[in-house]
Protein backbone atom coordinates (compact mmCIF):
# COMPACT_ATOMS: atom_id res chain seq x y z
CA UNK A 1 0.00 0.00 0.00
CA UNK A 2 1.28 3.34 -1.04
CA UNK A 3 2.36 5.78 1.33
CA UNK A 4 -0.52 8.22 2.28
CA UNK A 5 -1.01 11.23 4.72
CA UNK A 6 -2.23 9.05 7.54
CA UNK A 7 1.18 7.64 8.53
CA UNK A 8 3.48 8.85 11.10
CA UNK A 9 6.68 7.38 12.63
CA UNK A 10 6.66 5.43 16.66
CA UNK A 11 6.94 2.68 18.01
CA UNK A 12 4.29 -0.01 17.28
CA UNK A 13 1.45 -0.41 19.37
CA UNK A 14 0.70 -3.92 20.89
CA UNK A 15 -1.84 -6.36 19.62
CA UNK A 16 -4.30 -5.43 22.51
CA UNK A 17 -4.83 -1.54 21.36
CA UNK A 18 -4.22 -2.90 17.74
CA UNK A 19 -7.35 -5.16 18.47
CA UNK A 20 -8.76 -2.31 20.65
CA UNK A 21 -8.64 0.21 17.24
CA UNK A 22 -9.80 -2.73 14.70
CA UNK A 23 -12.87 -3.33 16.63
CA UNK A 24 -13.90 0.27 16.86
CA UNK A 25 -13.85 0.80 13.18
CA UNK A 26 -15.01 -2.71 12.47
CA UNK A 27 -18.59 -1.79 11.44
CA UNK A 28 -17.19 0.37 8.82
CA UNK A 29 -15.07 -2.35 7.57
CA UNK A 30 -17.98 -4.48 7.00
CA UNK A 31 -20.40 -1.57 6.04
CA UNK A 32 -18.29 -1.23 2.75
CA UNK A 33 -17.23 -5.00 2.45
CA UNK A 34 -21.37 -6.11 2.51
CA UNK A 35 -22.21 -2.98 0.27
CA UNK A 36 -19.55 -3.97 -2.34
CA UNK A 37 -20.04 -7.81 -2.24
CA UNK A 38 -23.82 -8.28 -0.81
CA UNK A 39 -22.60 -11.15 0.95
CA UNK A 40 -22.61 -11.65 4.94
CA UNK A 41 -20.40 -14.38 4.42
CA UNK A 42 -17.41 -12.93 1.94
CA UNK A 43 -17.66 -9.17 3.79
CA UNK A 44 -16.84 -11.07 7.21
CA UNK A 45 -14.24 -12.82 5.10
CA UNK A 46 -12.94 -9.71 4.08
CA UNK A 47 -12.88 -8.16 7.82
CA UNK A 48 -10.46 -11.00 8.99
CA UNK A 49 -8.27 -10.50 6.20
CA UNK A 50 -7.84 -6.41 6.50
CA UNK A 51 -7.03 -7.62 10.75
CA UNK A 52 -4.49 -9.74 9.32
CA UNK A 53 -3.53 -7.31 7.12
CA UNK A 54 -3.49 -4.88 10.87
CA UNK A 55 -2.07 -6.91 12.61
CA UNK A 56 1.26 -7.37 10.24
CA UNK A 57 1.59 -3.56 9.57
CA UNK A 58 3.80 -1.04 10.55
CA UNK A 59 0.92 0.23 13.29
CA UNK A 60 3.56 3.11 14.65
CA UNK A 61 3.40 4.22 10.57
CA UNK A 62 -0.30 4.90 10.79
CA UNK A 63 -1.79 8.16 12.00
CA UNK A 64 -5.12 7.21 10.85
CA UNK A 65 -6.19 3.93 11.30
CA UNK A 66 -9.69 4.33 10.13
CA UNK A 67 -8.23 6.03 6.76
CA UNK A 68 -5.74 2.92 6.54
CA UNK A 69 -8.39 0.21 7.69
CA UNK A 70 -10.89 2.00 4.91
CA UNK A 71 -8.14 1.20 2.38
CA UNK A 72 -7.65 -2.02 2.95
CA UNK A 73 -11.07 -3.40 2.94
CA UNK A 74 -11.88 -1.35 -0.17
CA UNK A 75 -9.09 -2.27 -2.20
CA UNK A 76 -9.68 -6.10 -0.81
CA UNK A 77 -13.68 -5.89 -1.68
CA UNK A 78 -12.86 -4.63 -5.55
CA UNK A 79 -10.32 -7.34 -5.61
CA UNK A 80 -12.75 -9.68 -4.42
CA UNK A 81 -15.68 -8.43 -6.52
CA UNK A 82 -14.52 -9.12 -9.40
CA UNK A 83 -13.77 -12.71 -8.37
CA UNK A 84 -17.48 -12.88 -6.98
CA UNK A 85 -18.65 -12.09 -10.32
CA UNK A 86 -17.15 -14.84 -11.99
CA UNK A 87 -19.34 -17.63 -9.77
CA UNK A 88 -22.30 -15.09 -10.19
CA UNK A 89 -22.19 -16.10 -14.03
CA UNK A 90 -22.75 -19.68 -13.01
CA UNK A 91 -25.44 -19.81 -10.41
CA UNK A 92 -28.06 -21.64 -10.42
CA UNK A 93 -31.54 -19.02 -11.04
CA UNK A 94 -31.45 -15.09 -10.01
CA UNK A 95 -28.61 -14.31 -7.32
CA UNK A 96 -30.03 -11.92 -4.06
CA UNK A 97 -27.83 -10.53 -1.75
CA UNK A 98 -27.29 -12.40 1.55
CA UNK A 99 -29.84 -10.68 4.11
CA UNK A 100 -28.49 -9.38 6.93
CA UNK A 101 -31.16 -8.24 10.40
CA UNK A 102 -30.55 -5.25 10.40
CA UNK A 103 -32.24 -4.61 14.15
CA UNK A 104 -29.70 -7.28 15.51
CA UNK A 105 -26.67 -5.04 13.14
CA UNK A 106 -27.77 -1.15 13.17
CA UNK A 107 -24.54 -0.24 12.79
CA UNK A 108 -23.98 -1.32 9.79
CA UNK A 109 -27.02 1.16 8.83
CA UNK A 110 -25.88 4.68 7.14
CA UNK A 111 -27.64 7.64 7.60
CA UNK A 112 -29.16 7.41 4.66
CA UNK A 113 -30.98 4.67 5.31
CA UNK A 114 -31.85 3.20 2.30
CA UNK A 115 -28.75 1.82 0.56
CA UNK A 116 -28.63 -1.69 2.33
CA UNK A 117 -32.47 -2.29 0.56
CA UNK A 118 -32.05 -5.25 -1.79
CA UNK A 119 -33.42 -3.39 -4.75
CA UNK A 120 -30.37 -1.14 -4.40
CA UNK A 121 -27.89 -3.95 -3.83
CA UNK A 122 -29.04 -5.31 -6.92
CA UNK A 123 -28.78 -1.61 -8.55
CA UNK A 124 -25.00 -1.81 -7.49
CA UNK A 125 -24.48 -4.94 -9.40
CA UNK A 126 -24.90 -2.67 -12.88
CA UNK A 127 -21.57 -0.80 -11.54
CA UNK A 128 -17.93 -1.60 -12.29
CA UNK A 129 -15.94 -2.62 -8.91
CA UNK A 130 -14.16 0.90 -9.12
CA UNK A 131 -17.70 2.89 -9.90
CA UNK A 132 -19.44 0.63 -6.85
CA UNK A 133 -16.42 1.47 -4.80
CA UNK A 134 -16.42 4.89 -4.99
CA UNK A 135 -20.54 5.24 -5.14
CA UNK A 136 -20.11 3.33 -2.17
CA UNK A 137 -17.98 5.87 0.32
CA UNK A 138 -19.47 8.90 -1.42
CA UNK A 139 -23.00 8.06 -1.25
CA UNK A 140 -23.14 5.52 1.97
CA UNK A 141 -20.46 7.49 4.59
CA UNK A 142 -20.22 10.55 2.95
CA UNK A 143 -16.36 10.54 2.27
CA UNK A 144 -14.93 13.62 0.51
CA UNK A 145 -13.99 12.94 -3.10
CA UNK A 146 -10.48 13.83 -2.19
CA UNK A 147 -10.15 11.06 0.63
CA UNK A 148 -12.26 8.90 -1.71
CA UNK A 149 -8.90 9.03 -4.27
CA UNK A 150 -6.57 8.43 -2.00
CA UNK A 151 -8.68 4.88 -0.86
CA UNK A 152 -8.44 4.19 -4.83
CA UNK A 153 -4.88 5.28 -6.04
CA UNK A 154 -6.78 7.80 -7.92
CA UNK A 155 -7.20 11.70 -8.35
CA UNK A 156 -10.17 13.85 -7.30
CA UNK A 157 -11.44 14.60 -11.18
CA UNK A 158 -11.46 10.79 -11.71
CA UNK A 159 -13.08 9.56 -8.85
CA UNK A 160 -15.71 12.57 -9.27
CA UNK A 161 -16.36 11.37 -13.18
CA UNK A 162 -17.00 7.29 -11.51
CA UNK A 163 -19.45 8.86 -8.66
CA UNK A 164 -21.00 10.39 -11.97
CA UNK A 165 -21.24 7.58 -13.83
CA UNK A 166 -22.73 5.31 -11.36
CA UNK A 167 -25.32 7.71 -10.56
CA UNK A 168 -25.81 7.99 -14.21
CA UNK A 169 -26.45 4.33 -14.35
CA UNK A 170 -28.55 4.28 -11.21
CA UNK A 171 -30.67 6.98 -10.22
CA UNK A 172 -33.08 6.92 -12.98
CA UNK A 173 -34.14 3.63 -11.51
CA UNK A 174 -33.95 4.72 -8.22
CA UNK A 175 -37.71 5.34 -6.26
CA UNK A 176 -38.23 7.93 -3.27
CA UNK A 177 -37.75 6.24 -0.10
CA UNK A 178 -41.43 4.77 1.10
CA UNK A 179 -42.12 5.03 4.73
CA UNK A 180 -41.41 1.54 7.10
CA UNK A 181 -44.58 1.69 8.06
CA UNK A 182 -46.21 1.36 4.48
CA UNK A 183 -43.75 -0.74 3.45
CA UNK A 184 -45.01 -3.10 6.55
CA UNK A 185 -48.67 -2.93 5.87
CA UNK A 186 -47.96 -3.69 1.61
CA UNK A 187 -46.04 -6.83 3.11
CA UNK A 188 -48.65 -7.78 5.55
CA UNK A 189 -51.07 -7.47 2.73
CA UNK A 190 -49.09 -9.35 0.17
CA UNK A 191 -48.93 -12.07 2.59
CA UNK A 192 -52.03 -12.72 3.58
CA UNK A 193 -53.14 -12.62 0.16
CA UNK A 194 -50.12 -15.22 -1.13
CA UNK A 195 -51.49 -17.67 1.63
CA UNK A 196 -55.10 -17.53 1.09
CA UNK A 197 -54.50 -17.53 -2.64
CA UNK A 198 -56.53 -14.65 -3.32
CA UNK A 199 -55.69 -13.62 -6.86
CA UNK A 200 -57.16 -10.14 -7.01
CA UNK A 201 -56.09 -9.19 -4.14
CA UNK A 202 -52.47 -9.81 -5.51
CA UNK A 203 -52.89 -8.51 -8.36
CA UNK A 204 -53.89 -4.96 -6.98
CA UNK A 205 -50.90 -4.61 -4.88
CA UNK A 206 -48.58 -4.92 -7.62
CA UNK A 207 -47.21 -2.81 -9.77
CA UNK A 208 -47.64 -3.12 -13.54
CA UNK A 209 -44.18 -3.76 -14.26
CA UNK A 210 -43.36 -5.86 -10.90
CA UNK A 211 -40.40 -8.53 -11.19
CA UNK A 212 -40.37 -11.47 -8.47
CA UNK A 213 -37.23 -13.00 -7.93
CA UNK A 214 -36.50 -16.49 -6.47
CA UNK A 215 -33.07 -17.48 -5.28
CA UNK A 216 -32.68 -21.03 -4.48
CA UNK A 217 -28.97 -21.62 -6.03
CA UNK A 218 -29.62 -25.09 -7.10
CA UNK A 219 -30.42 -26.12 -3.45
CA UNK A 220 -34.46 -25.49 -3.17
CA UNK A 221 -37.89 -25.27 -5.12
CA UNK A 222 -37.93 -22.06 -6.61
CA UNK A 223 -38.33 -20.19 -9.72
CA UNK A 224 -35.19 -20.27 -12.04
CA UNK A 225 -36.10 -17.23 -14.47
CA UNK A 226 -37.29 -13.51 -12.85
CA UNK A 227 -40.79 -13.34 -13.46
CA UNK A 228 -42.23 -10.16 -14.94
CA UNK A 229 -45.71 -8.33 -15.21
CA UNK A 230 -48.45 -7.88 -12.41
CA UNK A 231 -50.70 -10.85 -13.83
CA UNK A 232 -47.38 -13.59 -14.30
CA UNK A 233 -46.54 -12.82 -10.76
CA UNK A 234 -49.72 -13.02 -9.32
CA UNK A 235 -50.41 -16.05 -11.01
CA UNK A 236 -47.45 -17.72 -9.99
CA UNK A 237 -47.92 -16.68 -5.91
CA UNK A 238 -51.56 -17.95 -6.50
CA UNK A 239 -50.10 -21.34 -7.90
CA UNK A 240 -47.83 -22.05 -5.15
CA UNK A 241 -50.52 -21.11 -2.46
CA UNK A 242 -51.63 -24.32 -2.35
CA UNK A 243 -48.50 -26.08 -1.20
CA UNK A 244 -45.96 -23.35 -0.51
CA UNK A 245 -47.38 -22.05 2.73
CA UNK A 246 -48.18 -25.60 4.67
CA UNK A 247 -46.78 -25.95 7.99
CA UNK A 248 -44.77 -22.70 7.64
CA UNK A 249 -44.87 -19.92 10.73
CA UNK A 250 -43.32 -16.67 10.28
CA UNK A 251 -41.36 -14.57 12.02
CA UNK A 252 -41.09 -10.63 11.65
CA UNK A 253 -37.26 -9.05 10.69
CA UNK A 254 -35.82 -6.26 9.79
CA UNK A 255 -33.68 -7.36 7.21
CA UNK A 256 -31.34 -4.50 5.61
CA UNK A 257 -33.19 -2.16 6.74
CA UNK A 258 -36.53 -3.47 5.48
CA UNK A 259 -39.45 -5.43 6.88
CA UNK A 260 -38.96 -9.15 6.52
CA UNK A 261 -39.77 -12.25 7.38
CA UNK A 262 -38.13 -15.43 8.22
CA UNK A 263 -40.05 -18.66 6.60
CA UNK A 264 -39.71 -21.21 8.93
CA UNK A 265 -41.50 -25.37 8.39
CA UNK A 266 -41.75 -27.69 11.68
CA UNK A 267 -38.96 -25.27 13.47
CA UNK A 268 -36.62 -25.04 10.75
CA UNK A 269 -35.79 -21.69 9.21
CA UNK A 270 -35.78 -22.24 5.26
CA UNK A 271 -36.41 -18.91 3.70
CA UNK A 272 -36.46 -15.00 3.83
CA UNK A 273 -39.32 -13.17 1.94
CA UNK A 274 -39.30 -9.02 1.34
CA UNK A 275 -40.50 -6.67 -1.13
CA UNK A 276 -39.46 -3.55 -2.41
CA UNK A 277 -42.28 -1.13 -2.55
CA UNK A 278 -43.02 2.50 -4.12
CA UNK A 279 -45.74 5.18 -4.18
CA UNK A 280 -47.53 2.56 -6.89
CA UNK A 281 -47.20 -0.37 -5.19
CA UNK A 282 -44.77 -3.94 -4.98
CA UNK A 283 -42.47 -3.17 -7.38
CA UNK A 284 -40.20 -6.19 -6.49
CA UNK A 285 -40.91 -9.43 -4.60
CA UNK A 286 -37.77 -11.43 -3.59
CA UNK A 287 -37.81 -14.83 -2.56
CA UNK A 288 -34.27 -15.56 -1.10
CA UNK A 289 -34.91 -19.67 -0.37
CA UNK A 290 -31.63 -20.72 -0.31
CA UNK A 291 -31.12 -21.92 3.17
CA UNK A 292 -27.34 -21.17 3.01
CA UNK A 293 -27.93 -17.37 2.38
CA UNK A 294 -30.01 -16.80 5.60
CA UNK A 295 -28.17 -17.23 8.18
CA UNK A 296 -26.85 -14.06 9.33
CA UNK A 297 -31.27 -13.35 10.05
CA UNK A 298 -31.43 -17.26 11.31
CA UNK A 299 -28.83 -16.33 13.95
CA UNK A 300 -29.96 -13.22 15.25
CA UNK A 301 -33.66 -14.16 15.28
CA UNK A 302 -32.27 -16.91 17.44
CA UNK A 303 -30.44 -15.05 20.08
Do not use: C
Amino acid sequence: MPQHAWRTTARPPGLDEALAVFAEHRPRIFGIAYRMLGSVVDAEDLVQEVWIRWQRTDRAAVREPAAFLATAATRLAINALQSARARREAYVGPWLPEPIDTDANPEVLSERGDDLGFAFLLLLERLSPRERAAYVLRVAFDYPYARIAEILDSNETSVRKLVSRASAHLEDERHPPVPTGRQRLLLEAFLDAARSGDLAKLESLLTEDVVSLSDGGGHAQAARFPLIGRERVAKFVHAVSEWFWNDVDLTWVQANGQPAVLLSAFGAPFAVIAVNVTSDGIDRVFWMVNAEKIGAVVDAVGE
